[in-house]
Antibody, heavy 120, light 113 residues
């Protein structure tokens, strides 16, 4: 089955860290440029970060630059998001998303998301 | 950054009636070299991730009912649901993939009147 499954979310204090994972299956993960998109509770979708298929090109939204690190392990078919210096406004459901066309940035496959709550 | 603005924020339509959602980009998202508009529409039902409905402004995704259609060019786009069904209750988002950072509209909530 073609799917993405996120994990690693939870409750963390401001200033803390979390590492999210996204396990891919049913497709050639190593071919796709992969993305993270987040959604604060009751709010809209916000693109967070993208990594090229071989990991050599990475970009971030300004809101997370310098605090978040995207990475991937193509041997394990897994995408990661290391989140440091977390703030209350990072509270959101984090989705990993696969583009419909390998290098484009519109998404035909989404995971169910993992909830990150930043609170003391 | 390209700002995507949807209107209205919410919409209540009777079953079987037409629903129209507008999306405006702060700059043209029409790429002249291929004459394509870099715009997608998504549907998000409560408790679910988004689902891709339309790409390239007007290309319906496989399996999407033909009551959904997309139109527009350059900066002004429309998603139309020609005959609203109960299962269409959701929030709808437009998204530009013309340039990073890729941005979404704020969403339009569609309900049954």
């Amino acid at each position: 089955e073609v799917q993405l499954v996120e994990s690693g979310g939870g409750l963390v204090q401001p200033g803390g860290s979390l590492r999210l994972s996204c396990a891919a299956s049913g497709f050639t993960f190593s071919s796709y440029w992969m993305h993270w998109v987040r959604q604060a509770p009751g709010k809209g979708l916000v693109w967070v970060s993208r990594i090229k298929s071989d990991g050599t090109s990475i970009i971030y939204a300004d809101s997370v630059k310098g605090r978040f690190t995207i990475s991937r392990d193509n041997a394990k078919n897994t995408l990661y998001l290391q989140m440091n210096s977390l703030r209350a406004d990072d509270t959101a459901i984090y989705y990993c998303a696969r583009p419909k066309e390998v290098t484009r940035a519109y998404f035909d496959l989404w995971g169910r998301g993992t909830l990150v709550t930043v609170s003391s | 950054d390209i700002v995507m603005t949807q209107s209205p924020d919410s919409l209540a339509v009777s079953l079987g009636e037409r629903a129209t959602i507008n999306c405006k980009s702060s700059q043209s998202i029409l790429y002249s070299s291929n004459d394509k508009n870099y715009l997608a529409w998504y549907q998000q039902k409560v408790g679910q991730p988004p689902q891709l409905l339309i790409n390239w402004a007007s290309t319906r995704e496989s399996g999407v009912p033909d009551r959904f259609s997309g139109s527009g060019s350059e900066t002004d786009f429309t998603l139309t649901i020609s005959s609203l069904q109960t299962e269409d209750v959701a929030v709808y988002y437009c998204q530009q993939y013309y340039s990073a950072p890729w941005t979404f509209g704020q969403g339009t909530k569609v309900e049954i009147k």
